[in-house]
């Protein structure tokens, strides 16, 4: 059913917030999802979110209602898109503001143990998605590409770890946002250029060689000079 042209416009908030989770396969890029408990779409998984409250802002909107649904404090937020056509919702016209997240591997379950996540939510990975309420199938699929699409310029892989790590492990980043292999040895060429990453004096030691820790510094412009974009 079509709103009717006189029916409140209504705006709500969703976050489609990412990072990596272990599985036997090796890491996985995953999105949390909330099943509806009430109509329209009772019992689909939907993205979590909210309604707008008049004296709120959006962002503020973004991490209040992430937090209220799934327990998450995201590492990264940034706006992704209004969707807002007239027949995205079966009953009122409703205008989704769509924030799109990452979380650090590292504070993933530690937030998780700390909030009880409810048991309406649960991790799925982003390629391999059920059918959602709403139109938050093409709203995942969008932030998807946006995120595939800025991790190879920008920093943003240091949001989904810990505030130091290998140049294995930030490649390891890389592959499992892009969804294919890149050849270590080119990827730590485009590095050595980048005045964001900075090497520490630790290192992580384990079954082979030490390998130097790095961290981001985060003054840096990386605008321009991300690792892979060869500048």
Do not use: C
């Amino acid at each position: 059913m079509t709103p009717a042209a006189d029916d409140p416009i209504r705006v709500a908030v969703s976050t489609a917030i990412f990072s990596l989770r272990a599985r036997e396969s090796g890491d996985v890029l995953m999105i949390p999802l909330v099943r509806r408990i009430r109509d329209p779409h009772l019992g689909q998984w939907a993205l979590p979110g909210g309604w707008l409250d008049a004296a709120e802002g959006l962002e503020a909107s973004a991490g209040r209602t992430l937090a209220e649904t799934t327990g998450l404090a995201p590492s990264w937020l940034e706006q992704l898109y209004a969707f807002g056509a007239v027949d995205r919702t079966p009953s009122s016209r409703v205008v989704s503001i769509v924030y799109w997240a990452l979380l650090r591997t590292d504070l993933v379950e530690q937030q998780l143990r700390a909030a009880e996540t409810p048991r309406n939510v649960q991790w799925f990975d982003v390629d391999d998605l059920p059918e959602l309420a709403f139109d938050h199938n093409r709203i995942v699929d969008y932030a998807v590409w946006r995120l595939r699409n800025k991790v190879s310029y920008s920093r943003i892989a240091a949001a989904l770890l810990p505030d130091e790590f290998t140049l294995a492990e930030l490649r390891a980043v890389y592959e499992t946002v892009l969804g294919r292999r890149l050849d270590p040895s080119n990827f730590r060429r485009l590095l050595e250029g980048s005045e964001a990453l900075v090497p520490t004096d630790g290192v992580r030691t384990g079954s082979h060689r030490p390998a130097r820790l790095y961290r981001y510094d985060r003054d840096a412009d990386v605008a321009t000079h991300g690792p892979l974009a060869g500048g």
